[in-house]
């Protein structure tokens, strides 16, 4: 209504409601590194885009359940995750 011609766009409200505890535990700053890190070049391999968070990331990828190999954006959240746990174990 304050504007003529009415623009042609819908609005909407979203409420989020932070769970009591996360569904996938990890430390959130490494959790944070991950996935930057990841995303900063995702085209490129994990192997490749995440060298240098962490050495010996390969075994890190590993033992979280991810091949080397794929992107970031094949991995779920669930997983970076268990990377992140890999990294720095929650203690």
């Known amino acids: 209504e304050a504007f003529s011609p009415p623009p042609k766009v819908h609005s909407a ?20 590194r991950v996935v930057a890190a990841g995303f900063n070049q995702r085209r490129k391999m994990l192997r490749a885009s ?3 968070v962490a050495p010996g990331i390969e075994d890190h990828l590993k033992a979280a359940g991810i091949a080397p ?17 890999s990294i720095k174990p929650l203690g």
Request: with cysteine; proline share 5%.
């Open 13 to 32: 409200v979203v409420h989020l409601t932070a769970l009591e505890q996360p569904r996938f535990p990890a430390d959130a700053a490494t959790l944070s």
């Open 69 to 85: 190999t794929e992107r970031a954006e094949q991995v779920s959240l669930e997983e970076f995750c268990a990377l992140a746990r």
């Open 50 to 52: 995440l060298k240098s």
